[in-house]
């Protein structure tokens, strides 16, 4: 009997920290500048725009990749475990754009994160 316990345990602790589907993120990736020079008021063809490329989710602290995903147009909506996260570049750090989050975002268990990640142009 301890033993089924033992193996009972040991198979639920390895499911620990993975995503069932009730939990993660969504939102959007938005690209910009999009305009050299910003003007008052705003030009409508220099708003921000969406961004479709790959993006990862790190754990806060630790900075270990969670997971790869696609913003197909922009758009995004990925199943996460409960925790702490920031989103960063798939890419080159070296190369634009250069997408992030504003600061680490929590996931609660049986919720979606509303999460809005940046990609800076490099327009200047």
């Known amino acids: 009997m301890r033993v089924a316990w033992a193996a009972c345990a040991l198979l639920?602790?390895?499911?620990?920290?993975?995503?069932?589907?009730?939990?993660?993120?969504?939102?959007?990736?938005?690209?910009?500048?999009?305009?050299?020079?910003?003007?008052?008021?705003?030009?409508?063809?220099?708003?921000?725009?969406?961004?479709?490329?790959?993006l990862t989710v790190l754990e806060a602290g630790s900075g270990r990749v969670v997971k790869v995903f696609t913003a197909q147009d922009g758009t995004f909506r990925v199943a996460l475990a409960p925790g702490n996260y920031t989103i960063g570049d798939a890419g080159s750090e070296s190369r634009l754009p250069r997408c992030a989050t504003d600061g680490p975002f929590a996931v609660v268990a049986e919720r979606y994160t509303e999460v809005t990640v940046r990609c800076d142009t490099g327009i200047r």
């Open 12 to 54: 639920l602790a390895g499911c620990a920290g993975q995503p069932d589907g009730t939990s993660g993120i969504q939102g959007k990736a938005m690209l910009g500048p999009t305009c050299p020079v910003e003007r008052d008021p705003p030009d409508p063809q220099c708003a921000d725009r969406a961004y479709a490329g790959n």
